[in-house]
C-alpha cells in the first residue's frame, strides 16, 4: 500500500477542483443562457434548468468541502473533515433522487412517446456541453487517483451522469431526425439512470461510513499493527481504535493500548511509547495518535501475528 498523500497537499488539490468545477458550472450556464436568449429553444431551456441546479449542488459542495478543510479550533478539537462526507452524501442524494426522476420520465416516454425537438443551435450547445463535461469529468477523475476524496468522487459521478444523459440527447436526436427511432431517447436515460442510481448508493455508503465512524481499511490498520508489534519492547496491544477524518486516507484518529513488561519504568515507557509513534508518523505524517501503556502482567493478551 503507497503512502497517503499528505493533508497539505490534499487540501491544495480538493481546493483547485471545487474551484474549476464551479468556474465550469458557470460557464455552461452562461452558453446555455445566451442560446435560449435568441432561440427559446424548449431543449435548451431543460439543459439550462438542469445546470442551474447543477450550480446550487456544486455551490453547496464548494462551501462545505472548504469548511471540512479548516483547521481545527478550541470548539472543535476533531476538525472539520466530516463536512467533506456531509457534502458527498448530500451529493449521493441529489443524484440519486434526479436518477429516479429520470427513470420514471423513460417509462413514461415508452409507454407515451414523443418527439425530440431538434434545432441546430440546441445541438452544438449539447456538443459544447459534452466537450466540457468530458474534459471536467477527466479532471476529476484524476483528483480521485491523487486523494481518493468522497467528495471528490460524488462530483465525479454527478457530471458523468450529466455527460452521459447530453451525450444520449445527441445519439437520440440524431437517431430520432434520421431513423424515426423515437424509443431510443427513454431507453438511453433509462439505462444511464439505473448506472447512476447504483453508483449513487456506493458513495452514500461511503460517506454514510465516514459520519458514523467507521473503522478505516483493514490494510491500514494492518500495517499500523505491523508497525506496532516490529518494536522489540511491545508484546502486545489491545483495545486498537480508529476512525477516519474526513476522506483523506493519510488524516484518521487511532488509540491503542500497548503492552510492555511490568518490571519497565516509567521513562522507558514513555521512550517506548514515543518511538512507536514515531514509526507510524513516518508512514502516516497526518495521523492523530493515542498510545497508551499497560503492564503485561494485569491484561489479557491480544497479540496480532502475521
Not at 478543510?69 to 476538525?79: A, C, M
Not at 448530500?90 to 417509462?107: D, K, Q, R
Request: hydrophobic share 45%; net charge negative.
Amino acid at each position: 500500500m503507497s503512502s497517503p498523500i499528505r493533508q497539505s497537499q490534499y487540501s491544495k488539490v480538493l481546493r483547485r477542483s471545487t474551484y474549476i468545477t464551479l468556474i465550469t458550472v458557470l460557464f455552461l450556464i452562461s452558453i446555455k443562457a445566451v442560446a435560449f436568449w435568441f432561440t427559446g429553444s424548449i431543449v435548451i431551456l431543460s439543459t439550462l434548468a438542469d445546470s442551474f441546479f447543477d450550480f446550487v449542488i456544486t455551490a453547496t459542495n464548494f462551501f462545505l468541502v472548504r469548511a471540512s478543510l479548516k483547521e481545527e479550533t478550541d470548539e472543535h478539537r476533531f476538525g472539520f473533515g466530516k463536512y467533506e462526507a456531509l457534502s458527498a452524501f448530500i451529493e449521493a442524494m441529489f443524484i440519486f433522487v434526479v436518477s429516479v426522476f429520470i427513470l420514471y420520465l423513460s417509462v413514461q416516454r415508452v409507454i407515451l412517446p414523443e418527439t425530440i425537438p431538434y434545432t441546430n443551435i440546441a445541438l452544438i450547445v449539447m456538443v459544447v456541453s459534452v466537450i466540457v463535461n468530458f474534459f471536467l469529468v477527466r479532471y476529476q477523475s484524476n483528483v480521485i487517483k491523487h486523494t481518493e476524496s468522497t467528495s471528490a468522487e460524488a462530483e465525479h459521478a454527478h457530471y458523468f451522469q450529466d455527460l452521459l444523459t447530453n451525450t444520449a440527447v445527441i445519439v437520440a436526436i440524431v437517431l430520432v431526425g434520421n431513423f424515426n427511432l423515437t424509443l431510443a431517447d427513454p431507453i438511453f436515460a433509462a439505462a444511464i439512470s439505473l448506472y447512476m442510481i447504483y453508483s449513487s448508493i456506493g458513495i452514500f455508503r461511503k460517506s454514510t461510513d465516514i459520519l458514523i465512524d467507521k473503522e478505516v481499511n483493514s490494510q491500514l490498520k494492518d500495517e499500523i499493527k505491523t508497525i506496532v508489534v516490529s518494536h522489540p519492547k511491545v508484546d502486545g496491544f489491545h483495545d486498537f481504535k480508529t476512525r477516519q477524518s474526513g476522506s483523506s486516507k493519510g488524516k484518521f484518529f487511532m488509540q491503542i493500548h500497548i503492552e510492555i513488561n511490568e518490571n519497565t519504568s516509567f521513562e522507558e515507557s514513555h521512550n517506548i511509547v514515543d518511538q512507536v509513534e514515531e514509526k507510524i508518523l513516518n508512514k502516516f505524517p497526518d495521523a492523530e495518535i493515542i498510545i497508551h501503556v499497560d503492564p503485561n502482567d494485569v491484561v489479557e493478551k491480544v497479540v496480532w501475528h502475521d
